[in-house]
């Protein structure tokens, strides 16, 4: 209004018209934009708690198969009739220790260990340390391949 007043060109007056305009469109482009930015987010958001939910539940489910395997582990060492030192030389053996790292663990020498550990290899009747993770793997081996 005050530029038609004071004589400013058409052209001119045409320009700033144009500039408010399209000043408008991006307001109103930038408000649909971030709307849907906002609800890509909350699907996101959505699914993030749904695969949050999932791993829980799956780490529950580790943790109570870890549970079943060491009391499984455990009763089979009973069977063995294996001492408590023995169990612990075993249970590390199984976890892939080396005699060395086992009597560090254990605070015992290593020759104590090896003892130990040929006492385990007699009771379960097994011929070494690879016997012996196999032993209690191949259960699992089998029952992966029945279920393939």
């Not at 109103?28 to 909350?42: A, E, G, P, S």
């Not at 993770?133 to 259960?139: G, I, T």
């Amino acid at each position: 209004m005050v530029d038609l007043s004071l004589n400013v060109p058409t052209s001119h007056i045409i320009e700033e018209s144009m500039i408010v305009l399209l000043a408008g469109l991006m307001a109103v482009y930038l408000i649909f934009d971030m709307r849907k930015r906002t609800r890509k987010t909350k699907l996101l958001l959505a699914e993030l708690n749904t695969a949050n939910a999932r791993l829980s539940s799956m780490n529950n489910k580790l943790r109570n198969v870890k549970a079943q395997y060491l009391h499984e582990v455990e009763n089979q060492f009973n069977d063995w009739s294996l001492t408590p030192s023995e169990k612990e030389v075993a249970l590390f053996m199984l976890k892939g220790l080396s005699t060395q790292e086992i009597a560090a663990a254990r605070n015992t020498k290593e020759k104590t260990v090896r003892q130990q550990a040929s006492a385990v290899y007699a009771k379960s009747q097994l011929e070494g340390r690879y016997a012996l993770a196999a032993w209690f793997f191949e259960d699992i081996l089998q029952q992966e391949d029945k279920a393939a």
